[in-house]
């Protein structure tokens, strides 16, 4: 992947990056104090003075960061030119670099196509990130099939199909489909036609929502020529298929086809009535993409307004993070580097409010669209247009992440005030220790963020050290488990560790944090159920809280939570390890008997609460079979009656 020019191949050959001699110029010496690798510093004179790709990767070869670059050896040496005070992102960046990979490319167009790829690929921690941008759904016209279907997904993938999206407005994809099945008759069945076909028609054929291509009532060029129709509507261009629908009509008339063409002049009617509504606002010109950009801090907001044959149709948008220290033209860039340009169907003009470096160079990228940046006139007010809309979108974010801070504000400052806690409990976690009578001893830790379950955080163990009932060594290994586990990932300590108990299991708490050493990096209380008092480590006195407290609300509801978590889990260990043991006694009972007799009873205990004829009733077993599965559970079966002795009326009585 490297590029190391400038060294012959056959002395190359066999070499690796330690074999490379540092070199003991003035500038590398004075990099290599500022913290610059040594494996850098190794590779860095080989580096070649052309387009390229670089990625930063930490000590376990994780990538930390992707960059292009016009000239890759002066693009890499930039970073160790200067101290960078002014930006805190870089200095940490840099802080956590070990090595260097580089990719050599044709040119810049081709360095910024491969750099959006390797971030949606790795997604590294300091590059600019399009929040959830996997989460919006998309319309996938099938059209790699020789029957396409119209369907729903969130994966982008190169099948051939055509996608249609992303739909950050859920409600406006599922009008748009409404609208597709209400006017075209798209099938829903998932058959492979024309390989597989099914007998007859399903029921969408006989309520005339599909006209039942699978057994041959459609043909495939009169299919075809309607998801053409499709494609178009989804395109927004509503006139277009107004115009095909009538003129299919009047020839459907000129046929004498009546039925056919009230079909149609339905059909004509629905796609004039929903055309009006579509159209947001009439403007100047015909297609083109308009983009909008409002930044706050870290934060940042591009919309695309996307004019058609000079209608406004239709508004997406991307939320960015991690854009502290970044310039907007950077930011800008890399927003429409990952996102627009592999959005579907691109106007020919893109319209921007502001110019940027890497515009040229995106431009390349974009096959045929040309980057505007319009200073006056029509152009410039949906320019403007477009930023109004970016910092509505903006404002919005960002109120209602202040008013989930907001609202958890009160309990998580209470639980400061009242506890002297260090750090303010913004993220908590709860252990929680469950067994049933010594046996099946699992644990639970549950996190909270501002004061609302992370569930993403939750984590289960099963207790591995020892066996039996030892609440004390059972939470010491979980909470050494459970924060041996975050330093190892590198990944971020709670505010606050609360403690399903009294003095004894924060106690083993305490312990187990004293010896990874941090101790003095988490806030740490339990929680005794009895009189919901609340045990700190060096203090004797618990403390109380009100009972209508909602700092004692919140800690209550993580360690209820942290409860259910972990019996539920306890539960299901018990079961399986309940049912396995006892069905593995029953002689003669394979796997397939016992899914039977679990799936038909749902439990050991159903089967023992059985009958030998309920039993006998299930495939593969009789009586015989069903008397022996009881008797191995230890169920008594009575034994059946001997039948009563009739006498013989042809003997004599034997009092006459």
Not at 323 to 340: I, K, N, P, T
Not at 348 to 364: K, S
Request: hydrophobic residues 40%; aromatic residues 6%.
């Amino acid at each position: 992947m490297s590029a190391e020019a400038g060294i012959p191949d056959e002395a190359r050959a066999g070499m690796s990056i330690d074999d490379l001699p540092v070199p003991d110029d003035e500038w590398t010496q004075a990099a290599l104090a500022r913290g610059m690798p040594l494996a850098v510093a190794r590779r860095l004179p080989h580096l070649p003075e052309s387009p390229g790709v670089y990625l930063w990767k930490d000590a376990d070869g994780g990538v930390l960061y992707v960059g292009k670059a016009k000239r890759l050896r002066s693009r890499v040496r930039s970073y160790w030119a200067q101290d960078h005070e002014t930006s805190p992102k870089t200095r940490g960046l840099l802080r956590k670099v070990r090595d260097l990979d580089t990719i050599v490319v044709p040119s810049e167009a081709h360095s910024l196509i491969l750099e959006a790829t390797l971030i949606k690929e790795y997604r590294p921690r300091f590059n600019i990130a399009l929040r959830d941008d996997k989460s919006y759904p998309y319309i996938k016209v099938t059209s790699q099939e020789p029957f396409p279907r119209v369907i729903v997904t969130r994966r982008l993938q190169e099948d051939g199909a055509r996608y249609f999206g992303p739909y950050t407005d859920v409600g406006s994809m599922r009008r748009a489909l409404n609208v597709v099945k209400r006017i075209f008759t798209v099938r829903s069945c998932h058959y492979a036609l024309p390989r597989e076909t099914p007998e007859r028609p399903c029921l969408d054929y006989f309520i005339k929502r599909c006209k039942a291509p699978c057994v041959g009532y459609q043909s495939q060029a009169e299919y075809q020529a309607m998801i053409d129709e499709v494609v178009w509507f989804l395109e927004g261009r509503t006139s277009d298929v107004i115009r095909h629908v009538r003129e299919r009509m009047l020839e459907a008339s000129e046929r004498l086809d009546f039925e056919r063409a009230g079909e149609l002049r339905d059909a004509l009617r629905h796609l004039e009535k929903m055309e009006e509504p579509t159209v947001v606002l009439e403007v100047e010109g015909g297609d083109r993409d308009v983009v909008g950009y409002a930044r706050d801090g870290e934060d940042a907001c591009v919309v695309v307004l996307r004019v058609r044959d000079g209608k406004l149709l239709a508004r997406d948008h991307r939320l960015l993070e991690h854009a502290e220290g970044e310039d907007d033209g950077v930011v800008l860039a890399a927003s429409l580097s990952q996102w627009y340009r592999t959005a579907d169907a691109r106007a020919a003009d893109l319209l921007v409010p502001f110019d940027f470096d890497d515009r040229e160079t995106l431009e390349a990228s974009l096959d045929g669209t040309r980057i505007r940046v319009p200073q006056r006139g029509p152009r410039r007010a949906l320019v403007d247009l477009a930023d109004k809309n970016a910092q509505h979108l903006l404002e919005e974010f960002k109120l209602a992440a202040l008013e989930a801070d907001e609202r958890a504000a009160d309990p998580v400052y209470e639980l400061q005030r009242e506890l002297g806690l260090p750090r303010l409990p913004r993220s908590l976690v709860c252990f929680d220790i469950s067994h049933a009578q010594g046996t099946d001893v699992v644990a639970s830790a549950v996190w909270f963020e501002n004061a609302r379950p992370k569930r993403s955080e939750y984590r289960k163990f099963k207790i591995q050290i020892f066996e039996g009932n030892d609440d004390f060594r059972s939470m010491h290994e979980v909470v050494t488990r459970f924060f041996r586990r975050r330093l190892e990932e590198e990944r971020a300590f709670p505010d606050l560790a609360v403690i399903d108990g009294g003095k004894g299991q924060l106690g083993a708490a305490k312990e187990a944090l004293d010896a990874l050493g941090v101790a003095n990096q988490i806030g740490l209380i339990s929680l005794a159920k009895k009189d919901e008092e609340i045990f700190l480590p060096g203090r004797s006195d618990s403390v109380r809280l009100p009972r209508r407290s909602p700092a004692l609300r919140m800690l209550q509801q993580a360690r209820d939570e942290a409860h259910r978590f972990a019996v539920t889990f306890q539960r299901q260990k018990r079961t399986a390890r309940t049912i396995t043991s006892e069905l593995l006694k029953i002689p003669g009972i394979g796997p397939n008997k016992r899914r039977a007799l679990l799936h038909v009873f749902g439990s050991v205990q159903g089967v023992k609460d059985a009958s030998v004829e309920d039993i006998a009733r299930v495939p593969g077993f009789g009586p015989t079979s069903a008397r022996k599965v009881l008797q191995s559970l230890g169920v008594e079966i009575p034994l059946p009656l001997d039948p009563p002795i009739v006498p013989d009326s042809s003997l004599p009585h034997p009092d006459a």
